[in-house]
């Protein structure tokens, strides 16, 4: 769809702002004629438009931006029952949403997602017709040049080539992508680390997902797995996991463990927030809970700074806050378990996130592919 010229244009953008033909001459090396020559091309075709007007030394600027009804996408995320569904345009603005019924199997959730797109669509007739491409979010491996889910824990998948199956099903250009992947791609696109060219994501619900941006594109590793946090072994010959191994990350720090470990100390709470609460009023078992799965989180994230030096790392979670027990002693392990050189060097961010979010990182894999292309590395 875009040439090479157009879609580092398109890159520059995607990640910077909002930016005058100067600086995306200069940003590109291109001559500023060369540049203007490729923006007309891309204002032309309704991808691009003028924005405001900067005044400053010299003649004014004009900016250039993406325009964000040029093209639509659609994401789904298959971490959750029923599966949220979500129609954006290209700047990852939210403007329909649904729910699909929840299957493990791959053929029922093409079909799924083939039925739902006339429902989804219905009253928004230029998206209907600019729809761009479809993005799935899922919890496993993915092999991005195959399109395929080689290794899926959660869905019981091996080598599933599920983009495929749903574009055939719908007939529009499909990807798939690994959750955290998928917000990690977001949050470059759209989010708080639109300007961080290196970060890494902790994605903190039910399980524990991790992915990382270096040099500005999402690192994926020889096999897809770059990140994969939750199955490295944090307490040897501990708690089974899902994985088949033993003291997993993912036993000990995820919600789901917590949960479990409060039920299993005799605690009737069902969430972070009651969790401390309990430990507020000086129960034992409470606090020594949060102490181990924060400890084991905070020494899980100081790893990944010492291993790849991020400019951020930015941690989301569904429930709870890290103002409280919780985030402080997360933070108390993180600075233990750094070399001094780091400590307090590698800011650590932390967003509460609804359940659009992977369904919307998914989108975001779909609007990455259609301005720049596949992001494999």
Not at 8 to 14: G, M, P, W, Y
Request: glycine share 10%.
């Amino acid at each position: 769809m875009f040439n090479s010229s157009q879609r580092e244009l398109l890159r520059v953008i995607s990640e910077s702002g909002p930016l005058s033909r100067t600086d995306l001459a200069a940003a590109i090396g291109l001559s500023k004629a060369a540049m203007s020559g490729i923006a007309r091309e891309l204002i032309d075709r309704g991808v691009l438009h003028e924005t405001e007007t900067v005044y400053g030394q010299g003649r004014p600027s004009v900016l250039l931006d993406l325009k964000p009804e040029c093209a639509f996408f659609i994401g789904i995320s298959l971490l959750e029952d029923p599966a949220p569904m979500i129609l954006s345009d290209l700047n990852g603005n939210i403007i329909a949403r649904q729910q699909l019924p929840y299957s493990r199997d791959p053929k029922v959730i093409a079909n799924a997602i083939a039925y739902g797109l006339p429902e989804i669509l219905k009253g928004h007739p230029q998206a209907s017709s600019k729809l761009a491409g479809i993005g799935v979010a899922l919890s496993g491996f993915v092999d991005e040049k195959q399109a395929t889910c080689v290794q899926s824990t959660l869905l019981g998948w091996q080598d599933v080539p599920l983009a495929e199956l749903i574009r055939q099903a719908s007939g529009v250009d499909t990807f798939i992508e690994n959750d955290a992947k998928a917000v990690a791609v977001s949050e470059k696109l759209f989010g708080i680390a639109r300007d961080t060219p290196n970060f890494s994501v902790v994605s903190l619900g039910d399980g524990i997902g991790c992915a990382h941006v270096i040099d500005g594109r999402l690192y994926r590793g020889n096999h897809g797995g770059a990140g994969e946090i939750a199955h490295a072994t944090i307490e040897p010959g501990g708690a089974p996991c899902r994985c088949g191994k033993r003291g997993c990350l993912d036993t000990i720090a995820s919600m789901k463990a917590i949960k479990e470990m409060a039920r299993a100390a005799g605690l009737k709470c069902t969430s972070l927030p009651e969790l401390e609460e309990e430990a507020s009023l000086g129960t034992v078992e409470a606090v020594a809970i949060i102490h181990k799965a924060g400890a084991a989180l905070g020494l899980a994230i100081s790893h990944l700074i010492q291993m790849n030096d991020p400019g951020m790392i930015l941690v989301t979670h569904v429930e709870g806050s890290f103002e409280g027990l919780f985030g402080t002693v997360v933070q108390q392990a993180v600075e233990a378990n750094v070399l001094p050189r780091y400590a307090g060097q590698t800011p650590i961010r932390t967003r509460r996130v609804d359940s659009d979010v992977w369904a919307r990182g998914a989108a975001s894999i779909a609007a990455h592919n259609f301005l720049i292309g596949p992001n494999i590395s």
